[in-house]
């Protein structure tokens, strides 16, 4: 097996996201939901489309919003991964992709067994992960308990996430299997703001990271 890809989420702007990509990012997360501390302005996830869509995935994270908004700012901006972070149910989820032809992401909030068999409905590209609290859509820099990730019976790809650090990711890597993890606060130096020393240091902690062949 490879070693897992790497989604930097959380993403704000151009430099930011160009330091991601030069870190070895598979896909650039941006948030395009207002109530995140994290929101990256439309404008600015364009520019960041425009500029490295060439090579790396470019995700929007939404949450809650109407099918029409996201469909609106999927093609505006460019996105090729569309993440859906809230309670979008599967048809909601299939709308968005024939609607716009990026590639969706389903994420779920983890806190019980039932919450990672709940996501067996969802016949999207990918599965995220990440800790459930009360109130919150993401960025908690919380973990889950990985032990729960060995219910799934599906073969949607698994995408980690959840209080990732340089420090835990290779413990989370060898628990999951991932296909990918995913980081926002464990790389950055303040909210929407990353520390380029966190971001080599994750992906290096990414690389040396124990899989099964």
Do not use: Y
Request: charged content about 25%; overall charge negative; some cysteine.
């Amino acid at each position: 097996m490879a070693h897992p890809r790497i989604k930097f989420c959380g993403i704000t702007n151009l430099d930011d996201a160009r330091l991601a990509a030069e870190a070895g990012a598979w896909a650039i997360g941006t948030i395009l939901w207002p109530g995140s501390v994290r929101n990256c302005e439309p404008d600015e996830a364009a520019r960041i489309a425009r500029d490295l869509r060439r090579r790396v995935e470019i995700a929007g994270v939404f949450v809650n919003q109407p099918l029409d908004e996201v469909i609106g700012l999927a093609e505006g901006i460019g996105l090729t991964l569309v993440q859906l972070h809230g309670d979008e149910g599967p048809s909601f989820c299939a709308e968005v992709a024939r609607r716009t032809g990026a590639k969706v992401i389903k994420a779920a909030r983890i806190a019980a067994g039932s919450d990672v068999q709940a996501m067996e409905a969802f016949h999207t590209d990918f599965h995220l992960l990440d800790t459930h609290r009360a109130g919150s859509f993401g960025g908690t820099g919380e973990t889950f308990d990985w032990e729960l990730v060995r219910l799934r019976r599906t073969t949607v790809p698994l995408i980690l996430s959840g209080g990732l650090t340089p420090e835990n990711v290779a413990d989370a890597i060898a628990a999951t299997q991932p296909f990918a993890v995913d980081v926002a606060s464990g790389t950055e130096a303040s909210h929407g703001v990353k520390d380029p020393e966190k971001l080599r240091a994750f992906a290096a902690a990414v690389e040396g990271a124990e899989v099964v062949a």
